[in-house]
């Protein structure tokens, strides 16, 4: 009967051993997420910054530019600079609005390394062909 003890204590030891390491690395996936939501919380803060900054500046300075245009042409070509520089504004605004497409498109994606552990992981439990 002793062996039949220690065949149970043995099977029980290794359940336990094995809830351990599926709770450990459970806990190391929920760390490393955690983690990642962290950094793309900062860098959405940090990219919101400093779009703010361009978008105020850069309004700013063709708000003056245009007016100080439009007051130096007020009396011959009034309203043909006018025409130009709203040609000039969605232009430019579409110009940036595709590089900024492309940026967001060269953006790695969400929880990547995450993902790519999680793989690892299921890679290393499947069986050997």
Do not use: H
Not at 22 to 50: H, N, P, T, V, Y
């Amino acid at each position: 009967m002793p062996t039949d003890a220690k065949a149970r204590t043995g099977f029980l030891d290794s359940l336990r051993a094995l809830g351990d390491g599926m709770l450990g690395m459970l806990a190391d996936r929920i760390g490393l997420i955690s983690l990642e939501l962290r950094e793309e919380k900062l860098r959405l803060i940090q990219i919101f910054l400093w779009i703010s900054g361009i978008v105020f500046s850069a309004v700013m300075a063709v708000s003056f530019a245009s007016l100080m245009l439009v007051y130096c042409f007020w009396e011959s070509a009034r309203m043909e600079v006018l025409g130009g520089l709203a040609l000039l504004y969605a232009g430019s605004c579409a110009l940036i609005s595709l590089a900024f497409r492309r940026y967001l498109a060269r953006q790695p994606a969400l929880f990547e390394a995450t993902l790519e552990e999680l793989n690892e992981d299921r890679a290393c439990i499947r069986p050997k062909n």
